[in-house]
């Protein structure tokens, strides 16, 4: 991985050293780049247009926009973060930053939403005036710029988890772009001024799920919570069922960021002699089983096991 890990053999520590620099998500750091510097741009365009035709629709997008650009933002920070090498300070480098972005993102993205729903109800009770055809306009080109942001994230999504989510967002905001459309239609067609709040506080609710998602996700990782996929239990068992194994207990797994796991725990057997197997049985069974590399085990005979059970903890 580059950061030139010494790997020593008996104290059952391996290595994830994090994301390589060869990465599906290193190669497509240009795409992403593009994709964000248009998206950008355009939400700074959406936002003024919001502002100058009186739409509700084309705030609540660029908020939309804004979760978009999060997205990419966050994808870049990733790639960028994961390749610093680790220092003496900052053991595990810097990889919790995507997920403290991330948390700050929702964060965000929940209270631009609360706002759009006010307004929302505002103008339902007293509508305000909008400007169709510059609404429609500003509408066209952010149509323009999702899908030529689509085109540049199709190719790498299928191969990096962060492009695909980028890609994702680009596609619901795409269907945000075609909701202003309309939008701008009926109230340039009747006049009717109440179907853009509606839509406006529909584009909200649509950011809503999502967000709440990507929130619950980085409290999950923050709070050390077990990966999805892990069954403490069953690790347990599975453990205890190796030959020489009387028992695991400290059994941890957690996320350092989205991609890389960790788990560490501790084995009692019949004959510390037999350690360095039990220890490449376990990091067997992690790395095939959950594709979990960073693994640390502490072998330890019955007398060891029962000075740890008496220790304050």
Sequence with gaps: MGHGHAHGGGHGHSHGGGIPSGSAAARN?????????????????????????GSLALLADAAHMVTDAGGLALALLA????????????????????????????????????YILYE????????????????????????????????????????????KGAYFEVFSDMLG?????????????????????????????????????LLSEALHILLEGTPPGVDLAALKTEIEAMPGV??????????????????????????????PGVIRAVRALMKERHGIEHVTVQVEDEALATEAAHLPV
């Design 29 to 53: 750091k240009g795409r992403l780049a593009w994709a964000l510097g248009l998206t950008l741009t355009y939400m700074l365009a959406e936002v003024v247009g919001g502002l100058l035709t």
């Design 246 to 275: 009387r028992r695991a207990y400290d059994l941890h797994a957690w996320t350092l960021t989205s991609g890389f796991d960790a788990m560490s725990g501790h084995v009692v057997v019949d004959d510390v002699a037999a350690g």
């Design 177 to 213: 772009s075609v909701g202003v459309i309309l939008a701008a239609l009926v109230v340039m067609g009747t006049g009717w001024t109440w179907v853009d709040p509606l839509i406006g506080a529909g584009i909200g609710l649509f950011i809503v799920p999502r967000t709440w998602r």
């Design 79 to 114: 790639i960028h973060y994961a390749a610093k090498a680790p220092t003496a300070g900052k053991s595990f480098g810097y990889m919790r930053f995507e997920i403290l972005a991330a948390l700050a993102n929702a964060v965000v993205l929940l209270g631009v939403t609360a």
């Design 120 to 163: 929302a109800y505002r103008r339902f009770v007293e509508p305000t005036e909008i400007l169709g055809w510059p609404m429609m306009l500003v509408a066209l080109v952010g149509l323009g710029v999702n899908l030529a942001s689509m085109k540049l994230l199709s190719g790498g999504s299928s191969e990096s988890l962060n492009v």
